[in-house]
């Protein structure tokens, strides 16, 4: 049961939000920051409520058995598969994610822009033109880019972002196709199709569906091997749902032209990852570490909305 009163609350998220999330909780609360394991596990026993923005320390039963003052786990963000929810559950922990919070979500697109933007990057080449010009080298001819218009587009996951994704794509003059058996009422501006024809006539795939049981591993062998040999695969959404040692096979046989990702299985421990092995000598892989959502002004709008989620659940009045 959530009790009034002064408390600990821990914000993992960027230090220069830090004053934001102080004042829109009112000063009611002693807020600490901690960037890694290591200084939340200093703070951890004190500890009421977690407000999480970044998603790098994970929060598995051990860590949350020792947060025995824990009343109340936020996160500033749609997905949350490092925390464990059954732990947290059976201590009575309210876990409250940003999913489903449709009014706040429809308003935040940097996860649509940075998708379009690693579509943009892998069609045209972007990581070998910038590198040979670095190198000193000025050759046009060897980085001829794709044109986007008339191509079409294979959606996976059409809700939030991937109808922005969609209309982004409708502004380059291609053909819309998308997949989601969840998604009501259907967006106009995408052509409804099964998975397996969306990926044999797509010449890009994005991936904007949330992780879970159905859709962990939801792009693997079977489903690159479907895919046009010069077409582009992005993912934005969690690294588990693209089988990522049948990527690896796929970029080894040549069977993607480019393949462009924000998020990877295990992050942010990737130092020894095949797909940032493989990137390292292979411009046609792009890879950035999970910064999609991370635009200053989308996250002052989540913490503002998380801290109020705070107040409400634990009766504080500022």
């Not at 489903?100 to 940097?110: A, H, I, K, V």
């Not at 939801?218 to 479907?226: V, Y």
């Not at 032209?257 to 020894?272: F, H, M, N, S, T």
């Amino acid at each position: 049961m959530l009790t009034d009163g002064l408390g600990v609350v821990l914000f993992l998220g960027p230090l220069t939000h830090l004053e934001l999330v102080r004042r829109e909780l009112g000063g009611r609360f002693d807020v600490r920051h901690a960037a890694d394991e290591g200084a939340v596990d200093a703070v951890l026993p004190d500890v009421r409520v977690v407000l999480d923005a970044s998603m790098v320390v994970p929060f598995g039963a051990e860590r949350i058995a020792r947060a025995t003052k824990l009343e109340l786990y936020v996160t500033a963000t749609t997905g949350a598969n490092h925390v464990d929810a059954s732990a947290l559950a059976a201590r009575d922990v309210p876990l409250l994610t940003l999913r489903g919070e449709s009014d706040l979500l429809q308003s935040l697109t940097p996860a649509a822009e940075h998708s379009w933007l690693l579509v943009l990057a892998c069609a045209r080449g972007l990581r070998a033109a910038t590198e040979q010009v670095l190198a000193g080298g000025w050759d046009r001819t060897r980085h001829p880019g794709t044109m986007l218009r008339g191509r079409t587009i294979g959606i996976v996951g059409c809700g939030r972002i991937g109808q922005w994704v969609g209309r982004y794509a409708e502004a380059f003059g291609m053909r819309r196709l998308g997949y989601d058996p969840h998604v009501t009422p259907w967006p106009d501006h995408i052509e409804r199709v099964e998975l397996s024809d969306l990926l044999a006539h797509a010449d890009v795939v994005t991936v904007h569906v949330p992780l879970d049981v159905s859709t962990t591993g939801l792009i693997g062998e079977t489903e690159l091997a479907r895919m046009k040999p010069d077409a582009i695969l992005v993912n934005t959404s969690r690294g588990e749902i693209v089988d990522e040692h049948a990527l690896v096979r796929a970029l080894g046989a040549n069977r993607l032209a480019g393949v462009g990702l924000d998020v990877l299985v295990g992050e942010p421990d990737v130092g020894r990852h095949p797909l940032v092995r493989l990137a390292a000598t292979d411009a046609r892989v792009v890879i950035t570490p999970h910064i999609g959502g991370f635009s200053p002004d989308a996250v002052s709008r989540v913490l503002a909305f998380s801290c109020h989620r705070i107040v409400q659940a634990l009766g504080a009045r500022v």
